[in-house]
């Protein structure tokens, strides 16, 4: 795997043969720390594939992606329509719009970072079951009463719904785009491989075409 800094040097290297630059002043050349850290947010870029040490890695799927973005851009795409083309685009289509030098995708499997345990969508876990609060009454005046104190049960509660315009915690949202145009935006403490983000886009098809049936997105 590669850290950041590998990584934006083998998009130079892909993109010295045939990139003539963005047409728009307001984009840069080739990616900085920052955007690719920005495209990771909205989801039009994986999440790193893991760290050694303070270092995030990346492959080589990360490195298509970011070249396939800077050559649309140079195509004049805006960042919405990129990111409508891109959401959930299978390696191969990446690979064909990338055009990559295959001796750049090489990696070495000994820099590999151990594979996460494997872990269901977050979707589709059984919610936790609610705690029962057991509290003992007041303890008993003794120079009265020898006997011991008593146990009832709290009654069920229900936890009131959430709130969907309250931020997480860490203020932090991920991006992960459906398709036409449309992201969903999750907490950003959830992290999001590809099969995750291809099952949302699939589970989504329905709720897009029905925005598309009332002209609620192109």
Not at 64 to 73: C, D, G, Y
């Amino acid at each position: 795997m590669w850290t950041m800094e590998e990584l934006i040097d083998r998009v130079r290297a892909a993109l010295t043969a045939e990139y003539s630059g963005a047409p728009n002043g307001r984009v840069r050349d080739l990616p900085d720390r920052r955007s690719i850290r920005w495209y990771s947010t909205i989801g039009l870029v994986d999440r790193p594939l893991g760290t050694r040490g303070r270092n995030a890695l990346y492959g080589p799927r990360h490195l298509l992606q970011l070249v396939a973005i800077k050559r649309l851009q140079a195509a004049g795409r805006t960042l919405a329509e990129i990111q409508a083309e891109l959401g959930g685009a299978s390696e191969e289509a990446l690979t064909d719009l990338a055009r990559v030098p295959s001796d750049l995708l090489r990696v070495d499997p000994e820099s590999a970072p151990p594979a996460p345990a494997a872990r269901p969508p977050f979707w589709k876990a059984p919610p936790a079951p609610p705690t029962d609060w057991v509290f003992p009454d007041p303890a008993p005046d003794l120079s009265a009463s020898l006997a011991p104190p008593t146990f009832h049960r709290t009654p069920d509660v229900p936890a009131p719904p959430a709130d969907p315009g309250v931020l997480p915690a860490d203020g932090l949202l991920t991006g992960v785009p459906l398709g036409a145009g449309v992201v969903l935006l999750v907490p950003g403490s959830l992290h999001l491989d590809v099969t995750d983000r291809a099952e949302l886009a699939a589970a989504a098809r329905p709720l897009l075409d029905l925005l598309a049936s009332r002209g609620l997105h192109r």
